[in-house]
């Protein structure tokens, strides 16, 4: 049977998106692999492929292999007791695609017994979801990383993003779906393996108020949020050749640091506006998306409607797909021209400019200060 192009060949759009697996990978173990608590790391990749194409594109298991490389060697004298153990679980149906991948690692010299365990596997995707989804419950001091890059969505279901996550705070899920493919509302309807998709997170039907695929998008980020409950955090991360090709990659954490840092990595990426990339002949051209920058709009609304602690906003920000560092620069402003009113728990007034909105003020001093229009 003929092997996809895509199984053979890293096209740009992949390239794009593997350099955005391949980055927030390397912030990933560097936070785990010196956090004084994680023994154990369980990377896997579920639809691996061979690891380096034809055109000697790079793949997500080669990537991941070279910042947990680099991420051993800087850090290994750093951590009393040593590194965790980082275990490379990647997976492919085809056992020639594994074939190639086991053979390019061992030519590369990409990993050695002191990094972890690498376990090479042929499983079927659904199979190795059910597996998972139990070991993922028995972690303990551990933490889990799941690629899913499947060379199509027919198989790939919500609840596979739920069963994944459902471990206390273990896991996170990075999820890639040819959103060209997916969107096809039409007159005729829409195939049923995307009706069973779509009913599954609440989209109703062909949905005739959905006009493009970027709505599409948003439907399908909430649609996964409503599913999975405020207890988990969802981003995208778009890419796009032409305007009728565009790919989604989808984010899943049950942890909000985990979550903050994919941001990050989206906008280093994307410094305009977080939102995605666009094919124009180079990886580096990437493009601000279909939506301008609405944070301060959006704050504006979320503050009219009562007074909100520093954690509140902190959380808040991070779940509108905008950074700490953006809502700090509008709260600035907003104080400078007098339409925000900033007290401490006491009541007394805070000090200029000090908003308290990062991670560790969450963390500890979730209500250190309230924030409020005038």
């Given amino acids: 049977m003929a092997k996809k192009e895509s199984q053979n060949i890293l096209k740009a759009h992949s390239e794009a998106k593997v350099k955005l697996f391949g980055q927030y990978i390397q912030k990933y173990l560097h936070i785990i692999a010196n956090d004084g608590y994680t023994e154990q790391i369980h990377l896997y990749d579920l639809f691996c492929g ?34 965790p153990k980082i275990n490379c679980n990647f997976n492919d149906i085809d056992p020639d695609l594994i074939s190639r991948l086991r053979e390019n690692i061992n030519n590369k010299k990409l990993h050695y017994n002191s990094y972890g365990e690498l376990n090479l596997t042929t499983e079927d995707y659904l199979e190795i979801v059910g597996k998972l989804s139990i070991q993922f419950k028995k972690l303990n001091n551990e933490k889990a990383f799941v690629f899913i890059d499947p060379y199509g969505y027919k198989e790939v279901k919500a609840s596979h993003i739920s069963e994944l996550l459902n471990c206390n705070k273990k896991s996170e899920v990075l999820l890639w779906l040819p959103i060209q493919f997916m969107y096809r509302f039409s007159e005729k309807g829409t195939p049923d393996v995307l009706k069973s998709f779509n009913n599954q997170l609440g989209i109703e039907k062909e949905n005739k108020s959905i006009k493009n695929v970027w709505e599409y998008i948003l439907e399908l980020k909430n649609g996964f949020q409503s599913f999975l409950g405020q207890d988990y955090f969802v981003d995208n991360f778009t890419l796009r050749k032409e305007e009728n090709t565009v790919f989604c990659l989808f984010f899943f954490s049950s942890h909000i640091r985990g979550y903050e840092k994919m941001l990050e990595t989206k906008w280093e990426l994307d410094k305009e506006a977080g ?33 909100r602690t520093n954690g509140m906003l902190f959380e808040y920000t991070l ?35 000090a908003f308290y909105i990062n991670y560790d003020a969450y963390k500890s001093e979730y209500d250190k200060i309230s924030i409020k229009l005038k």
């Fill in 50 to 83: 061979p690891g380096i194409y034809e055109n000697n594109g790079e793949g997500s298991p080669i990537i991941a292999l070279k910042k947990l490389k680099q991420t051993y060697y800087r850090f290994i004298n750093d951590r009393p007791g040593g590194l």
């Fill in 275 to 307: 939102r995605g990339w666009k094919y124009n002949g180079h990886i580096k051209d990437l493009f601000s998306g279909q939506e301008t920058n609405r944070l301060e709009e959006l704050l504006l609304s979320y503050l009219k409607e009562n007074s």
């Fill in 319 to 353: 779940r509108q797909g905008f950074l700490p560092k953006h809502l700090n620069q509008i709260l600035k402003e907003l104080q400078k021209n007098e339409k925000l009113e900033v007290q401490k728990k006491d009541g007394t007034k805070a000090r200029k400019s």
